[in-house]
């Protein structure tokens, strides 16, 4: 089982930055897919970005691709989302997942077996 704690959250004008980190404790972070969700209020919990057990391959929602960059520090087992150019749509509760049944990447909530408590990015002016 391994444990998840998000982190960085706040709220910032829109054209700013954020990043967030996802600190993993107990077992082996190398053997977990990880993946960070998002949900606005009254929205479903929906994927943001994945990345693989070694760092070498992401993926993204579209609506995100070319602003956000997910990586991964398997010495530290922590999991980043950098945010940039944030837009008002982006508010909203940020998870990170981890998986132990992925294979490569996945954009499905359902392949996630632990998440954190997530940490809240408001985009506002």
């Known amino acids: 089982q391994v444990h998840l704690v998000e982190s960085g959250g706040g709220s910032v004008q829109p054209g700013g930055s954020l990043k967030l980190s996802c600190a993993a404790s107990g077992r082996t972070f190398s053997n977990y897919v990880m993946g960070w969700f998002r949900q606005s209020p009254g929205k479903e919990r929906d994927f943001v970005a994945t990345?693989?057990?070694?760092?070498?391959?992401?993926k993204y929602v579209d609506s995100v691709e070319g602003r956000f960059t997910i990586s991964r520090d398997n010495v530290k087992n922590i999991v980043y989302l950098q945010m940039d150019t944030l837009k008002p749509e982006d508010t909203a509760v940020y998870y990170c997942?981890?998986?132990?049944?992925?294979?490569?990447?996945?954009?499905?909530?359902?392949?996630?077996?632990?998440w954190g408590k997530g940490t809240l990015v408001t985009v506002s002016s």
């Open positions: 997942a981890a998986s132990e049944r992925v294979i490569g990447t996945s954009m499905f909530s359902s392949r996630y077996d632990y």
């Open positions: 990345i693989d057990r070694i760092g070498h391959s992401t």
